[in-house]
């Protein structure tokens, strides 16, 4: 194993890395990441590539835009080289071009502004973010305020979804952690002439955002805008960002983020400490609300992608000092003997090294035939695979159709009973409005709702009705105030029907009440000849079957005179209207 790959250890990703990604909207589709299980060395799935949680959340997303793969091609690294940093600096500077200059990234341009170093200390060469991003030191730059070291990144490692762009060899290579990082002159590639007079106007445009007293534009506003729009700049997208539409734009990858998730990120990736979160910028960005001005230049300038795959090895510079940027041509070949034979020896020993680099040439383009011919199987397999499941989806469509065929039938079932279930009604209103017709002797129609008699018919109803109502009302009245002389010991029934039913029992209930009224009577004659200490013989008197009913009237006439005088001693008050009941034995 190398050196390098010492640096690798089992990802350690929390759950509240987890729920950051998200909130971000980076886990919307079920393929886009996927999180390492138990390997403590990267080991992608087809079609995967490396990267790391804190590269996600400063801005990339697949599918990976064309000028990050061109920098990676041009630079020859991978981005598992990259810091969290640079990553951050590409997104700035994409986000620069393409909302506050109004261009596409520009390769030109950044070649003026940037260029990259090895990141290291004086023993240990990084593998895992073994590549910065620098400014030049004679460019006046956005002072972007990163933080001094992101801990534990290089922990928290997965795996994200590479999708095809346009064509194979400009996808980014697969995953190779035994590959060294080698120092190229693209490293130190500065811009020509001719770039830079092209780009002095887009120089002289950041120069203007800096300065402008009252407008200065700052890298962490710049970040700041990315994030609070919902766009990866680093993810090829659909529009530019000079087209940006609001929160229905396309190309945002989720709604917006909390006031305190925001500053909570911001915080996070840039180097803030306790100031205060720096104000939206007084710069209004290229947006659909604020188009680019008419007859704006466009500028086109990619990093060059690679032809066939192929990567350029005289291009690699020497292995030297940190940060060194001699090319290889200026070392190979620098001290020359003055005598004869040794130019000889040195014109074969040139042959040869030339030969020896046919062969290495010739070797790595077997490699990557062999390499293509294993990408081909595993094309046809998934070609296959697709096969296989374009003709489960097909019997699925077929399946659904039957379904679909199943409900149109349902449906249909279901309107001739729903406009059968209309006709009946219908034809019950045509019935019981014959019917109101021959009660009434009023005729109406349905179709002229304005004078249809049918209304009037419905206004003579609710007349009677209340009528009927009032009827039902007074009779409530006059049953509850009878109800506590027929039904002395019950609670009056809380309805008016179960208040009817108490009076209409099979029993009489005015001979049970004349009943109970004897029974009072009789109790107290007892108690009047009881009070009046006479001798009485009860037995005689209640044998009223020993009276004769002539000798029972006769008795009744003679008490009579005696009436009122009993029932004034008792303190009852007679009723001034003569009784007209019948005595009752």
Not at 145 to 160: A, H, T
Request: net charge neutral; proline share 5%; aromatic share 8%.
């Amino acid at each position: 194993m190398a050196a390098e790959d010492l640096e690798w250890e089992r990802s350690k990703i929390s759950n509240q890395d987890t729920n950051m990604l998200k909130r971000l909207g980076l886990m919307k589709k079920e393929d886009a990441i996927r999180f390492p299980s138990e390997e403590s060395y990267p080991n992608p799935p087809m079609e995967y590539r490396v990267s790391f949680v804190d590269h996600l959340i400063r801005g990339l997303s697949p599918p990976i835009h064309d000028f990050l793969r061109g920098l990676l091609f041009v630079y020859g690294i991978q981005l598992h080289h990259l810091t969290p940093n640079s990553i951050l600096h590409i997104s700035i500077f994409i986000t620069l071009c393409e909302c506050f200059l109004g261009v596409a990234p520009n390769w030109a341009l950044w070649k003026r502004i940037f260029c990259i170093r090895r990141n290291g200390s004086h023993n240990i060469t990084y593998n895992i973010g073994g590549v910065v991003i620098c400014v030049r030191t004679d460019v006046d730059y956005f002072d972007v305020k990163f933080p001094d070291s992101v801990q534990g990144w290089r922990k928290r490692w997965l795996y994200i979804h590479e999708e095809s762009a346009n064509s194979i060899e400009h996808n980014i290579i697969p995953f190779d952690g035994n590959a060294k990082i080698q120092r190229r002159r693209s490293w130190d590639a500065e811009a020509s002439e001719e770039e830079k007079k092209a780009t002095e106007a887009l120089m002289s445009r950041i120069r203007q955002l800096q300065n402008t007293r009252g407008k200065e534009l700052s890298g962490v506003q710049i970040t700041a805008y990315f994030l609070k729009i919902r766009v990866q700049p680093l993810q090829a997208r659909k529009n530019p960002l000079w087209t940006y539409s609001g929160v229905n734009d396309a190309n945002r990858i989720s709604g917006d983020l909390s006031t305190k998730d925001f500053e909570k990120l911001l915080r996070r990736l840039s180097r803030l400490g306790k100031d205060p979160i720096p104000s939206s910028s007084r710069v209004e960005p290229y947006s659909s609300t604020n188009p680019l001005p008419k007859n704006h230049p466009s500028m086109t300038s990619l990093p060059p992608l690679p032809e066939g795959g192929e990567v350029d090895e005289m291009a690699i510079a020497a292995e030297d000092t940190q940060g060194s940027s001699v090319p290889e041509s200026e070392v190979a070949g620098s001290h020359k003997s003055a005598a004869s034979h040794e130019k000889e020896a040195e014109s074969e020993a040139k042959k040869l090294v030339e030969a020896n680099e046919r062969a290495n040439i010739l070797a790595q383009q077997l490699e990557h035939s062999k390499e293509a011919l294993k990408k081909a199987e595993l094309d046809a397999i998934e070609a296959r695979a697709e096969a296989d499941k374009a003709k489960a989806d097909a019997a699925g469509v077929e399946d659904l159709k039957k379904k679909l065929h199943t409900a149109e039938t349902s449906l249909s079932d279901h309107i001739a009973a729903q406009s059968a279930r209309e006709e009946a009604l219908l034809k019950r209103i045509r019935t019981q409005s014959r019917r109101f017709v021959m009660r009434t002797a009023q005729e109406f129609e349905l179709e002229d709702p304005a004078n249809d008699p049918l209304l009037d018919a419905f206004s003579f109803l609710e007349f009677h009705g209340s009528e009927a109502r009032e009827g039902i009302d007074q009779a409530k009245a006059g049953l509850s105030r009878l109800f506590p002389y027929f039904f002395p010991k019950k609670e009056e029934p809380a309805t008016f029907l179960n208040l009817a039913k108490c009076f209409n029992p099979s029993e009489d209930l005015g001979l049970r009440v004349r009943h109970e009224n004897m029974k009072v009577a009789v109790e107290n004659t007892v108690a009047l000849v009881a009070d009046s200490q006479q001798t009485i013989d009860w037995a005689k008197v209640g044998d009223t079957e020993q009276i004769e009913q002539s000798r029972w009237k006769s008795l009744m006439k003679a008490a009579k005179p005696n009436t009122k005088k009993i029932l004034a001693y008792l303190g009852i008050q007679p009723s001034a209207t003569p009784s007209s009941s019948k005595p009752e034995v």
